[in-house]
């Protein structure tokens, strides 16, 4: 169970406090929820029923700065290679962005900023498609990071990929 004042992600909403655990009636029945608050987004909520198994599934506490800097400097995210079938990677990437698993968005914010590297230096276009695949990644971990770290939201990129650039 979580605590009222724990920071959490909450599925592709980013980081929120849990401010209360009140007892609601949506529609006949009533039920306790989480009542969330959004970090930057002050007076929006989110109420995540707490016998919901799929909803709680959804919230999952911050990581330490610790294990941040682990998922960033583990072989996975170092050596994810990018999938070289346009189709499959936007397939993989969706699933990736819609299941917001950090190991999976940092694998992919680091095989395609390889690739975008690669792109640049070879005279080649980067795909829109797989700018928005980074963009949306960058944008599910930077409010984590910029929590965890203490980093204002907009160099959190940045950061992260100077992480990614110094563990090869």
Avoid: W
Wanted: charged share 30%; proline share 4%.
């Amino acid at each position: 169970m979580y605590e009222i004042g724990q920071r959490v992600l909450y599925g592709i909403h980013g980081v929120c406090r849990i401010i209360s655990v009140e007892s609601m009636r949506f529609g006949k029945e009533r039920a306790k929820y989480y009542v969330l608050e959004p970090t930057g987004q002050p007076g929006a909520r989110f109420y995540v029923p707490v016998a919901n198994e799929a909803a709680v599934a959804k919230l999952r506490p911050l990581l330490t700065q610790q294990e941040l800097l682990d998922l960033l400097h583990c072989d996975k995210v170092r050596n994810t290679p990018l999938i070289d079938n346009e189709s499959e990677r936007k397939l993989h990437y969706r699933e990736i962005i819609n299941s917001g698993d950090r190991e999976g968005l940092m694998s992919l914010i680091g095989a395609l900023h390889r690739h975008k590297k690669e792109q640049l230096a070879a005279g080649r276009k980067f795909h829109q498609s797989d700018e928005n695949f980074l963009t949306d990644a960058q944008k599910l971990l930077n409010a984590e990071f910029a929590e965890v770290f203490g980093l204002d939201p907009k160099d959190v990129s940045a950061f992260v990929l100077k992480e990614l650039e110094n563990t090869h």
